[in-house]
């Protein structure tokens, strides 16, 4: 699985930004899609997830400012990031749960990481 992430980028206080990630590669069916985060000297973590039916998890911090969705005839996922703040800067990474299909049968894909793309909040 390959995913290609875009939209990252230099922003001020109170400014948006919209994150995308396309899957492309061989698998049967998209899980769960969602975005992390890795800030210099913090742990990855999660920022916000949708699973395949379209719920929705998001961390305290982002929520009421960041929206994902997904795009599942274009297996995309954007995260829209509304009121940005200098605590968001990071560098972003999409996460995508996939299921493969072998000679039949069904099996689970594992997650796979994109790239990371950087974004920055300046004051």
Not at 25 to 54: C, H
Not at 65 to 85: C, E
Request: proline share 2%; net charge positive.
């Amino acid at each position: 699985v390959q995913l290609q992430a875009s939209g990252g980028g230099l922003v001020q206080v109170g400014g948006s930004l919209r994150l995308s990630c396309a899957a492309s590669g061989n698998f049967f069916s998209i899980s769960d899609m969602g975005w992390y985060r890795q800030a210099p000297g913090k742990q990855r973590e999660l920022v916000a997830a949708i699973t395949s039916g379209g719920s929705t998890n998001y961390a305290d911090s982002v929520k009421g400012r960041f929206t994902i969705s997904r795009d599942n005839a274009k297996n995309t996922v954007h995260l829209q990031m509304n009121s940005l703040k200098p605590e968001d800067t990071a560098v972003y990474y999409c996460n995508v749960g996939t299921t493969v299909q072998t000679r039949g049968v069904m099996s689970w894909g594992g997650y796979s990481w994109g790239q990371g793309t950087q974004v920055t909040v300046s004051s």
